[in-house]
T-cell receptor, first 115, second 112 residues
Framework: EPEVTQTPSHQVTQMGQEVILRCVPI?????FYWYRQILGQKVEFLVS????????KSEIFDDQFSVERPDGSNFTLKIRSTKLEDSAMYFC?????????????FGPGTRLTVL | GNSVTQMEGPVTLSEEAFLTINCTYT??????LFWYVQYPGEGLQLLLK?????DKGSNKGFEATYRKETTSFHLEKGSVQVSDSAVYFC???????????FGTGTRLQVFP
């Protein structure tokens, strides 16, 4: 069965450094998402992406964050200058359709630790 | 605002015990409601859903009923197995958006 993959599974970085989290969505999917979960807190929506542009973003998704689909297969989340509070599990998701939330397929997550 | 509240975990049960994981929500309008499950090392998987009041979602022996009057969507299973050990997330989505709003997740541990 096709699945969403994410790399790395765990990323450790120093505060102020840039990180790029990578996701490979399911191949025929057109809609892409990032969510995150700070330890002990809720899973939060960050951003949705379609047709090479952001469709929707949350208040969390400020100028420090950016997303890109650089090569038609990867979908990346970049954090320009990491803060301690960016430490979280980051989940990528992809979907074939939009507006039908249950079609989102999630990856296993990348745990980001900012020291 | 729109939000989901789940009972804190971990929930620890013996095999064949009855499971309830509580979930309540706050939403404008009429949301769709979901339960997702995350097994160790894997992504979130849709377990079941309900799109309108009084709908019952079911899958793999799990059930949840959309209760508008109590704004709840509690997850139940009559007899849990060790293989059900996972983290369970309650979530909602609103009309005309594909954004999911999740709860904090509840870890279930089932022992033989």
């Amino acid at each position: 069965e096709p699945e969403v993959t994410q790399t790395p599974s765990h990323q450790v970085t120093q505060m102020g450094q840039e990180v790029i989290l990578r996701c490979v969505p399911i191949s025929n999917h057109l809609y892409f998402y990032w969510y995150r979960q700070i330890l002990g807190q809720k899973v939060e929506f960050l951003v949705s992406f379609y047709n090479n542009e952001i469709s929707e973003k949350s208040e969390i998704f400020d100028d420090q964050f950016s997303v890109e689909r650089p090569d038609g297969s990867n979908f990346t989340l970049k954090i320009r200058s990491t803060k301690l509070e960016d430490s979280a599990m980051y989940f990528c998701a992809s979907a074939e359709q939009r507006g039908v939330a249950d079609t989102q397929y999630f990856g296993p997550g990348t745990r980001l630790t900012v020291l | 605002g729109n939000s989901v509240t789940q009972m804190e975990g971990p929930v620890t049960l013996s095999e064949e015990a009855f499971l309830t994981i509580n979930c309540t929500y706050t939403a404008t309008g009429y949301p769709s409601l979901f339960w997702y499950v995350q097994y160790p090392g894997e992504g979130l998987q849709l377990l079941l859903k309900a799109t309108k009041a009084d709908d019952k979602g079911s899958n793999k022996g799990f059930e949840a009923t959309y209760r508008k009057e109590t704004t709840s969507f509690h997850l139940e299973k009559g007899s849990v197995q060790v293989s059900d050990s996972a983290v369970y997330f309650c979530a909602l989505s609103l009309y005309n958006t594909d954004k999911l709003i999740f709860g904090t997740g509840t870890r279930l541990q089932v022992f033989p």
